[in-house]
């Protein structure tokens, strides 16, 4: 394998900010909403955001065929304006095929991949293989590679010294982490250097996630809390650490309850409930049941999302 020094990193452009994994719109019968995807964005475009991510865990990404995903990257990328990023998760359980997918993203127009952990044979993905995986990703892409942790759903959790070692790679720019451990992301930033960027991976510990180094965040939370989440930031960087702590306290109930509580059909419930289009999600995924509705609208309106 190649070594890499971090010191011969080229900085290619900065992350800093507020990102949400949009979720892909569906119809009744399970086919993209690609209009509902336009609107959803022109809805998320009146905020400043840094940039959006498709394809990712909220995206259902899992889901999709690789022409769909196309699609949805087309549509996408159309939609966001110039001067914000567009994040593309290009993660599949293959080397050959993810590294497939990337190189289509970048011809669509990209300006970074997301690299989700493989894990079907989650019991072979020692830390040799992922190191392999991801430096093979990063050596043939012509876009930066995000890494992306996401244990609760991969099983897989990357620890620093495997991020330490990727992150010695020019084009291996930084990571989503969606781990919640607050001193990995503090030992990762303090050792890899300011030109690897960490961003928090959920709204609830965003702001733990900042004290320590991340320099923002891609979160389920900023579909639904665009104007909090960057508020959150901006609170920070100013140093109005009250307000801000107050604030991140009053996203945890919300954030919990799209995420680790109900999940994507939440999600896309909250979406219905505050004018945007949630739509329904994909077998075998349910649709968030009628009963949990109020709970979640109460949710909604003490975090001062939505007014009763």
């Not at 999600?281 to 003490?302: G, K």
């Amino acid at each position: 394998m190649t070594e890499y020094n971090i010191r011969s990193r080229k900085r290619i452009f900065q992350l800093n900010g507020i990102y949400p994994p949009v979720p892909t719109p569906f119809n009744e019968d399970e086919q993209i909403a690609v209009e509902a995807l336009r609107g959803n964005l022109a809805f998320l475009n009146r905020f400043a955001l840094r940039g959006f991510v498709v394809l990712g865990s909220n995206g259902e990404c899992v889901m999709l065929t690789e022409e769909e995903k196309i699609l949805v990257m087309e549509t996408a990328r159309a939609a966001i304006p110039p001067n914000k990023l567009m994040i593309a998760g290009t993660g599949c359980q293959s080397t050959g095929e993810t590294l497939r997918l990337t190189k289509k993203a970048a011809k669509i127009g990209a300006d970074a991949a997301l690299v989700i952990t493989p894990s079907y044979y989650r019991n072979l993905m020692t830390t040799e293989a992922l190191i392999n995986h991801f430096r093979i990703i990063a050596d043939e892409s012509t876009i930066p590679i995000l890494l992306y942790n996401m244990p609760a759903c991969t099983g897989i959790d990357l620890d620093a010294e495997t991020v330490l070692t990727l992150a010695r790679h020019p084009n291996i720019m930084g990571m989503k982490d969606s781990s919640g451990d607050v001193v990995k992301i503090a030992e990762i930033r303090q050792k890899a250097g300011p030109a690897f960027q960490v961003l928090a991976g959920s709204g609830g510990f965003l702001l733990p996630a900042l004290s320590v180094g991340a320099i923002g965040g891609i979160m389920a939370l900023a579909n639904i809390a665009p104007a909090q989440c960057i508020a959150i930031l901006q609170l920070f960087l100013e140093r109005r650490q009250k307000e801000a702590r107050e604030l991140q306290v009053l996203m945890i109930p919300v954030n919990s309850a799209i995420t680790s509580r109900w999940g994507v059909p939440a999600l896309k419930a909250a979406m219905d409930s505050i004018g945007m289009y949630g739509g329904p999600v994909r077998l075998p995924l349910l649709p968030f049941p009628d009963d949990f509705r109020q709970h979640l609208e109460s949710i909604l309106a003490e975090s001062g999302i939505k007014e009763m």
